[in-house]
């Protein structure tokens, strides 16, 4: 059974900074194409960051490129997304997705096979 379990949200005010972890479980992990969404209240869920199988190439939504970083440790079968110099437009709730080695259309949900249950992340002003 594949599990995706975030963690590291929380409340953080305008300019600070958070790591999001996702941990993985019953996937090869090493073989997934690794990403995180966000949905904010009222809106639809939206590309944030995504990281190929190798952790060679990565891509980002234009809204946090130069703040956020995306990253994976596949030994520990771990993603992470550092984000720095939140905004309260940031707000939202925080998916880890997995994928297969194959799929490039990173920013589309649908070519995503599982998801994580979410992390909140609160950006006061």
């Known amino acids: 059974q594949v599990q995706l379990v975030e963690s590291g949200g929380g409340l953080v005010q305008a300019g600070g900074s958070l790591r999001l972890t996702c941990a993985a479980s019953g996937l090869t992990f090493s073989r997934s194409t690794m990403a995180w969404f966000r949905q904010a209240p009222g809106k639809e869920r939206e590309f944030v960051a995504a990281m190929n199988w190798s952790g060679g190439s990565t891509y980002y939504a234009d809204s946090v490129q130069g703040r956020f970083t995306i990253s994976r440790d596949n030994a520990k079968y771990t993603l992470y997304l550092r984000m720095n110099n939140l905004k309260p437009e940031d707000t939202a709730v925080y998916y880890c997705?997995?994928?297969?080695?194959?799929?490039?259309?990173?920013?589309?949900?649908?070519?995503?096979?599982?998801w994580g249950q979410g992390t909140q992340v609160t950006v006061s002003s």
């Open positions: 997705a997995a994928g297969s080695r194959y799929y490039t259309d990173y920013s589309q949900q649908g070519g995503y096979n599982y």
